[in-house]
């Protein structure tokens, strides 16, 4: 209960110096809000472009993928003989990478393209068209909005039908009324299935920024074997794009290392597939901004550091003021180490008061710069933390000088100061 009472006999104090004094213990505080200020706003800068693309990556069907793709020509541009003689990524790798380890595959998905001519009633365009199996739609992110999906039977007999996003859809169909309707996609007659919801997704909700997914909308998608089979006559089942789904981020490079194996197997030991980690590319995109992180967080440091250099300088002068107080203290008692907390106690809450003005104006500046960028506020606990952490580390480290010079005065020395 004494040390309780002594400290709040000493935050008391502390409080009466600082409201008494208040231009001085003003500037004492300045540059720790703006070095508080500085780091919070910059980790709040790169949580909130972290967050939304961390949205982007959700939109597009997770991190939880690994595509697969042909590479068409050697490292000299020119492709080998055995290259040549390879038949290509095919349906045969699909099923070769499935028996890996079925427990840890949610999906598998694969993409043919074909560059047509897609005719209906009302429009007459050359298109992308997108073979597809089953997963795809749910792996790429896409929702239907009326009708269905394709069904085992429809990839399994390269059944005729279509599915249109929202862009083609209108494109094709402006008055509606498409579902159940036939049009041609090269010279196959397709009945339109489904029709996919919308996707719109803008990094930035500033006037003009256009949809990032405003290509996805025009989407043209039948089964992959219809264009292999029927419009391509391919009888080997080439793919231009295969993607498992693997829940467990973590199995990926493992998996990817097994799969790799197999595919050399599969292709003559050429490397001419190429494997992408979405989970790899999104931590190297984390570590950049981790960089970002400590670059921000050291001009925060500097800030603290010139703050601290100037807070140092003005209690040494303030001490100088406060000789007499200090030897009337220790004259009826006071222990240099009871002085000695009584300056740290004042200047660890000057430091606690600057760090909690520095994250309003942390929180201020933050929201300004990304509300003139166009694009949501994101903010971790953990900058607060950091941030309030900085600043309480460096007000003790400045306050220790001033502290124990105060502790050290003689009492008689100091009374006899004018």
Same mark, same amino acid.
């Given at each position: ?14 409080w ?22 500085s780091?919070?706003?910059g ?18 069907g ?6 697969i793709q042909?590479?068409?020509t ?11 003689a390879n ?27 074909a ?25 790429e ?13 429809d ?15 209108s ?5 509606? @009324?498409? !579902? ?14 489904g029709? *996919? %919801? &919308? =996707? #719109? ?7 003009g920024q ?37 829940p ?11 799969l790799?194996s ?14 992408d ?6 931590r ?5 901004g981790?960089?970002y ?6 001009? @925060?440091? !500097? ?13 040494l002068?303030? *001490? %100088? &003021? =406060? #000789? ?10 006071a ?37 003139y ?33 105060a ?6 020395e100091a009374?006899?100061?004018?």
């Amino acid at each position: 209960m004494r040390r309780t009472g002594a400290f709040r006999v000493r935050l008391e104090s502390a409080w009466t110096e600082i409201r008494e004094n208040f231009g001085r213990s003003s500037l004492q505080t300045l540059g720790i809000v703006l070095g508080v200020a500085s780091v919070l706003g910059g980790f709040s800068i790169t949580d909130s472009f972290r967050k939304r693309s961390e949205a982007l990556y959700i939109k597009l069907g997770g991190l939880d993928k690994l595509n697969i793709q042909p590479n068409n020509t050697g490292n000299d541009g020119t492709p080998t003989a055995l290259q040549n003689a390879n038949l290509g990524l095919r349906r045969q790798d699909m099923e070769d990478g499935r028996e890996l380890d079925a427990t840890l595959i949610e999906g598998v998905s694969v993409q043919k393209n074909a560059r047509t001519r897609v005719r209906s009633a009302f429009a007459d365009q050359e298109r992308q068209v997108q073979g597809i199996n089953g997963d795809y739609l749910a792996i790429e992110g896409f929702d239907i909005a009326v009708g269905r999906s394709f069904s085992p039977a429809d990839i399994s007999s390269a059944s005729a039908v279509v599915l249109l996003g929202s862009e083609a859809y209108s494109t094709f169909f402006p008055a509606g @009324g498409g !579902l159940g309707a036939t049009i041609r996609v090269g010279s196959v007659p397709v009945t339109v299935v489904g029709v *996919l %919801k &919308e =996707r #719109v997704f803008r990094f930035r909700d500033t006037p003009g920024q256009g949809n990032m997914f405003r290509r996805k909308n025009r989407l043209i998608a039948v089964p992959a074997t219809l264009v292999q089979q029927r419009m391509q006559g391919d009888s080997y089942q080439r793919v231009d794009k295969m993607t498992f789904r693997i829940p467990k981020v973590n199995a990926i490079e493992t998996f990817a290392k097994g799969l790799t194996s197999v595919l050399k197997t599969n292709h003559r030991l050429q490397d001419d597939v190429r494997l992408d980690d979405v989970a790899a590319r999104e931590r190297k995109r984390r570590d950049t901004g981790d960089a970002y992180d400590i670059i921000f967080m050291l001009s @925060g440091v !500097l800030a603290l550091l010139g703050g601290g250099i100037v807070n140092v300088n003005i209690q040494l002068a303030s *001490l %100088k &003021e =406060r #000789v007499r107080e200090v030897g009337v203290k220790m004259a009826i008692g006071a222990s240099g180490r009871e002085i000695f907390k009584e300056f740290m106690t004042e200047a660890l809450l000057l430091t606690a008061l600057g760090s909690t003005v520095g994250l309003g104006v942390g929180v201020a500046f933050s929201w300004f710069i990304t509300h003139y960028i166009g694009m949501p506020l994101g903010m971790e606990l953990g900058s607060f933390l950091w941030a309030f952490a900085l600043a309480l580390c460096f007000g003790f480290l400045f306050a220790l000088v001033p502290a124990w010079k105060a502790s050290r005065l003689s009492p008689m020395e100091a009374l006899r100061y004018e």
